[in-house]
Antibody, heavy 122, light 108 residues
């Protein structure tokens, strides 16, 4: 059974770096059939894609977050991570890690973690 | 690329709910739909326009043509009350994943 599980601090101070990890079980983060993504949802708001990393280590980001976000993979631990620099209160949200099933035509999010709530506050 | 959804749709039990997702020439793209219940992670319900997730009742169906994709829920039940999001992959702009703003389905 494939599962994703987010972990990381629930409180981050403004201007600091938000760091989250998604532990993957039941499959390998090196699989070429999937991408590994982060999505966030501010309280009462919709879903916002942050970015993803392919099995080969290529990354793509939402343009508005590209300068602050970094997604990386640790194959030895079978997990991947998100770092978001210089956070503000606007970055307060529930952060989901999600697996993307990909084809030549399109991608969709076929598996999600339960989400982790992050608050940016001094 | 922008996807536009109505903020809310209300329907009585047993009736049909239609949730739309508008986008320029969206009929040329594959559209995926997610259901999110309060406090839970989203879950795909329909992928590639009309491919229903395994185990989902056939009351859920999808279609996509022209500038509008539609998620149709027939014989709506109280348990269908949730937020629904459409999503496409925008290959033209940095391989973006784009979500619609979401539609809250209320079962009256």
């Amino acid at each position: 059974q494939v599962q994703l599980h987010e972990s990381g601090p629930g409180l981050v101070k403004p201007s600091q770096t938000l760091s989250l990890t998604c532990s993957v079980s039941g499959t390998s983060v090196t699989s070429r059939n999937f991408y590994w993504s982060w999505v966030r949802q501010a309280p009462g708001k919709g879903l916002e894609w942050i970015g993803y990393i392919t099995g080969g280590g290529i990354t793509y980001y939402e343009l508005s977050l590209k300068r602050r976000a970094t997604i990386s993979v640790d194959t030895s631990r079978n997990h991947y991570s998100l770092k978001l620099n210089f956070v503000t209160v606007a970055d307060s949200a529930t952060y989901f890690c999600a697996r993307i099933s990909t084809s030549s035509d399109s991608d969709f999010f076929d598996l999600w973690g339960q989400g982790t709530r992050v608050t940016v506050s001094s | 690329y922008v996807l536009t959804q109505p903020p809310s749709v209300s329907v009585a039990p047993g009736q049909t709910a239609r949730i739309t997702c508008g986008g320029h020439d969206i009929g040329r793209k594959s559209v995926h739909w997610y259901q999110q219940r309060p406090g839970q992670a989203p879950m795909v319900v329909v992928s590639y326009n009309d491919d229903r997730r395994s185990g989902l009742p056939d009351r859920f169906s999808g279609s996509n043509s022209g500038n509008t994709a539609t998620l149709t829920i027939s014989r709506v039940e109280a348990g269908d009350e949730a937020d629904y999001y459409c999503q496409v992959w925008d290959s033209d702009t940095n391989h973006r994943e784009v979500f619609g703003g979401g539609t809250k389905l209320t079962v009256l």
